[in-house]
Structures are given as structure tokens and as C-alpha cells.
């Protein structure tokens, strides 16, 4: 997210170097993001966010070659919300373990 907002900086500002830099930063972790996935094993959440991820990487390219503000925010909520999800079910697992450690002791 911190690629983006800076991206979405830099574009709003005109400096295109730094702008590509971090759309470039951005782009890399979002494709890593989706070629770690484990398609077989995940099944249809992986397939979902495969989807997701490459949603956002059409934005991110077509933010980048438009200088198109609405495609960067496009992207920064999804991975919001993503990322909101994934710290919700953190939150989940650990109170989970918690409470295991306690019924355990």
C-alpha cells in the first residue's frame, strides 16, 4: 500500500520517474502475491484471490499508462480490504490458540 500512496504522490506532483518506480514496487509484490498461491491446495479461495490480484495488476498498469487516479484508488481498496481480511483471520487464529492454551491448562 505504501508503493501506491506514494505512486499516487508522484503522479499528482508530475514526477514520472518516481512514480514508475513505485508502480513498479507495487506491481512486483502484487505478482508475487499471486504466484505463491497454491492452486491446487487453496481451491476456490486461491482462484479468488488469483482473480483479485490480477484485477488490481490490470489497474496498476492502466493507472500507470493513463496517470489515472481513480485506477490507483481501485487498487488500494481491494488491497485494503484484503489486507483487512487477512488481519481479521490473524485475529481469529490467534484467539483461537488462546483459548486452546487455556481449555489445555
Do not use: C, P
Not at 513505485?22 to 482462484?47: Q, Y
Not at 490473524?90 to 488462546?98: C, D, I, R
Request: without cysteine; charged residues 30%.
Amino acid at each position: 500500500l505504501n508503493h501506491l500512496k506514494i505512486a499516487r504522490r508522484k503522479m499528482e506532483s508530475g514526477d514520472i520517474m518516481s512514480k514508475g518506480q513505485h508502480f513498479s514496487k507495487a506491481t512486483l509484490i502484487i505478482s508475487e502475491l499471486s504466484n505463491v498461491l497454491d492452486m491446487e491446495r487453496g481451491g476456490e479461495i486461491s482462484r479468488n484471490l488469483r482473480s483479485l490480484y490480477e484485477y488490481v495488476l490490470q489497474r496498476l498498469l492502466y493507472a500507470n499508462i493513463n496517470n489515472d487516479i481513480t485506477a490507483i484508488d481501485d487498487s488500494q481498496r481491494v488491497i485494503e480490504t484484503l489486507k483487512s481480511g487477512w488481519k481479521e483471520m490473524m485475529e481469529g487464529l490467534k484467539q483461537k490458540n488462546q483459548e486452546e492454551v487455556k481449555i489445555g491448562a
